[in-house]
C-alpha cells in the first residue's frame, strides 16, 4: 500500500493564480482531511468528506475548494492563490473518522 | 479552534532522559491521541487513549488521562536522538459528529546525543 500520497511536494504561485493540490489514498477510507500548518499555529482543519459526494467546511475554508467524486480522492483547489495561503498542506485519512489519521508527506506552497 | 493545548512548546534533554509533554483539552472527549511529527514530515498517529481509559502503554512510550482535570501526558523514557521531533495532541470531542479530530500546537522535543 502507498497510503496517503501528495502531489506535489512544493510549489510556487503568483498571486492570483490557481491551482489544485492532490490526494490520494489506497486504503479503502471513507474519511479525508485537508490541514493547513503555518508556524506557532498547529494543524487547522480546511475541509473534510466522510465519503464520496460528501463534503464539508472546517475552520479556515475561505479561499478553497473541494470535491470528492471517488473514496480514493481528495483534492484541494486554491481558487485565486493569496500570499496568506503560503503553508504547508496536509492531506489525512482514517477509517472510521475519529480513529488514527493517516497523513500525506505535506505539500510546501509559497505564493508571491 | 484548538481544542488541545500542549505544554511545553520546546522541551530540550539529554540522550537517555525521560521526556513529559502535557496536553490540556477544554470540553469533554470520546477519546485523545497522540502524534509524532519528523521535521518536514507528516504526522505519523503514536497512542489513542479513550475517555474511560487512564494510563495506555506503548514501548517506551506512556500516556495518561485525566478526564477530570481535562489533561493528557506523554512520557517517552529513555528518550533517544531519533525521537527528536514535535508532538501533538489531538481530540475527539463528546457530541462532535462527523467533525474532525482538532489538534494543538504541538511540543518540539530536542534529544540531543
Known amino acids: 500500500n502507498a497510503g496517503v500520497t501528495q502531489t506535489p511536494k512544493f510549489q510556487v504561485l503568483k498571486t492570483g493564480q490557481s491551482m489544485t493540490l492532490q490526494c490520494a489514498q489506497d486504503m479503502n477510507h471513507e474519511y479525508m482531511s485537508w490541514y493547513r500548518q503555518d508556524p506557532g499555529m498547529g494543524l487547522r482543519l480546511i475541509h473534510y468528506?466522510?465519503?464520496?459526494?460528501?463534503?464539508d467546511q472546517g475552520e479556515v475554508p475561505n479561499g478553497y475548494n473541494v470535491s470528492r467524486s471517488t473514496t480514493e480522492d481528495f483534492p484541494l483547489r486554491l481558487l485565486s492563490a493569496a500570499p496568506s495561503q503560503t503553508s504547508v498542506y496536509f492531506c489525512?485519512?482514517?477509517?472510521?473518522?475519529?480513529?488514527?489519521?493517516?497523513f500525506g508527506p505535506g505539500t510546501r506552497l509559497t505564493v508571491l | 479552534s484548538q481544542q488541545g493545548e500542549e505544554d511545553p512548546q520546546a522541551l530540550s534533554i539529554q540522550e537517555g532522559e525521560n521526556a513529559t509533554m502535557n496536553c490540556s483539552y477544554k470540553t469533554s472527549i470520546n477519546n485523545l491521541q497522540w502524534y509524532r511529527q519528523n521535521s518536514g514530515r507528516g504526522l505519523v498517529h503514536l497512542i489513542l487513549i479513550r475517555s474511560n481509559e487512564r494510563e495506555k502503554h506503548s514501548g517506551r512510550l506512556r500516556v495518561t488521562l485525566d478526564t477530570s482535570k481535562k489533561s493528557s501526558s506523554l512520557l517517552i523514557t529513555a528518550s533517544r536522538a531519533a525521537d527528536t521531533a514535535s508532538y501533538f495532541c489531538?481530540?475527539?470531542?463528546?457530541?462532535?459528529?462527523?467533525?474532525?479530530?482538532?489538534f494543538g500546537k504541538g511540543t518540539r522535543l530536542s534529544v540531543i546525543a
Open positions: 489531538a481530540t475527539d470531542a463528546l457530541y462532535s459528529g462527523n467533525t474532525p479530530l482538532v
Open positions: 489525512a485519512s482514517s477509517y472510521p473518522s475519529k480513529n488514527e489519521q493517516f
Open positions: 468528506s466522510v465519503g464520496a459526494g460528501i463534503t
